[in-house]
């Protein structure tokens, strides 16, 4: 059963009861699971659980950790400042990375290890707030540019996955700035240095993949306009039996780039060959992957690629991933230079926000939403 297409299956999350054996639901795990709170709460509410709760099961086709490790392309970005002998090659590896994989590391990207370990330590304050702080950010609306939620981003009906997640616009800081949280104390400040580091090293990047794509280096920065940066916190807890579940099903992401970091806990996986492999942490380091809007610009040159999160028993793991695109309003579709005259525009232009409904709104995941937007079935 292909991941991306059997979700979901049938069983509701919002008035699921568990029909485990009287002994197994001392933790009251027969109550309904008021999901919408987040898993961590869920957690500390039932600290003896030994099972995972019904709605939890995702019908998976084998044991998500029965998978081999892969080592990425690594990219060390202080070449690209290099000679241009260097630069060059620079960005003929990171074109072949994009390319091969569509994901890659990068190492010497220049943001100290303090601006990031200072990240990941408000975002986990933050998920350490009470519930009633959280939820304050809780909301149905998928394009609301503060959203504290569980499971997928939808609001629709789906099997739950173990995550709890932070997402919050950045770049152009003066739209939303105003509405991220002032608790903990010092999240804005923190984060908005983070995601101007990260917006930098965004744009180095596409600068990078702009001129290995044949571009102008300037193309993607411009064909973003004033842009749009979206950070997702994901708060993983400890699970029972996370061979069942995952943290975040497959998907690609729906931006030009993003920039993934985490704590020293692995679960990242990508599909690379068709064949799901772990990548695993390496500090101090960014994993890089393209989304669909670099699929779409390149006429599907490059292929934005599926990816998803595992969850353990042990460690609580977070990431922090960046998404970059272009300003909402702009209409996305193919650079026309990289259309050949006897070929086909593969993607219909679409508003960049409707986009990013679509694709967030789908319960299906995979690559569910481009496929609504290509042409052809190549
Ligand atoms: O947690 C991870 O490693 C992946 C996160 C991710 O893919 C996302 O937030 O889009
Ligand atoms: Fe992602």
Wanted: with cysteine; charged share 20%.
């Amino acid at each position: 059963m292909a991941l991306n297409s059997s979700y979901p299956p049938e069983s509701s999350m919002y008035t699921s009861s568990c029909d485990e054996s009287k002994e197994e639901t001392q933790n009251d795990m027969s109550t309904v699971i008021d999901y919408k709170k987040g898993v961590k709460h869920f957690i500390e509410t039932a600290p003896d659980m030994k099972k995972l709760p019904p709605d939890f099961v995702l019908p998976l086709s084998a044991n998500p950790f029965s998978v081999s490790y892969a080592e990425i392309p690594v990219i060390d970005l202080s070449r690209l400042a290099e000679s241009s002998e260097s630069r060059i090659s620079t960005v003929k590896a990171i074109s072949s990375a994009c390319e091969l994989w569509g994901f890659f590391r990068i190492v010497n990207h220049g943001i100290d290890m303090g601006v990031i370990e200072e990240m990941l330590k408000v975002a986990e304050e933050f998920f350490d707030l009470s519930l009633m702080e959280k939820m304050k950010y809780s909301s149905e609306d998928v394009m609301n540019p503060v959203r504290y939620g569980t499971s997928l981003n939808t609001s629709k009906k789906h099997s739950l996955h173990w995550r709890d997640y932070f997402r919050h616009y950045g770049h152009p800081f003066h739209h939303t700035f105003h509405l991220w949280p002032l608790n903990p104390p010092n999240y804005r400040n923190v984060a908005k240095e983070y995601l101007e580091h990260i917006w930098e090293l965004a744009m180095k990047i596409g600068s990078a993949i702009s001129e290995g794509l044949g571009l102008d280096n300037g193309y993607i920065k411009k064909s973003f306009g004033e842009g749009f940066q979206i950070l997702a916190a994901n708060y993983y807890p400890p699970c029972p039996e996370p061979e069942k579940t995952l943290g975040l099903a497959a998907h690609s992401d729906h931006g030009a780039l993003t920039i993934l970091m985490q704590n020293c806990v692995n679960g990242l996986q990508v599909k690379h060959n068709d064949q799901w492999v772990a990548v695993d942490h390496v500090p101090g380091t960014f994993v890089v992957n393209i989304g669909d809007y670099l699929e779409i610009l390149s006429n599907g040159k490059y292929k934005s690629v599926e990816h998803r999160a595992t969850v353990n028993a042990q460690k609580t793991r977070i990431s922090v991933a960046v998404g970059h695109g272009p300003e909402l309003s702009n209409v996305i579709g193919p650079a026309t230079q990289l259309v050949d005259p006897t070929d086909e525009i593969q993607y219909q232009p679409i508003v960049y926000k409707d986009y990013i409904r679509l694709q967030q709104t789908t319960t299906i995941r995979g690559k569910s939403a481009l496929q609504a937007v290509r042409t052809t079935s190549k």
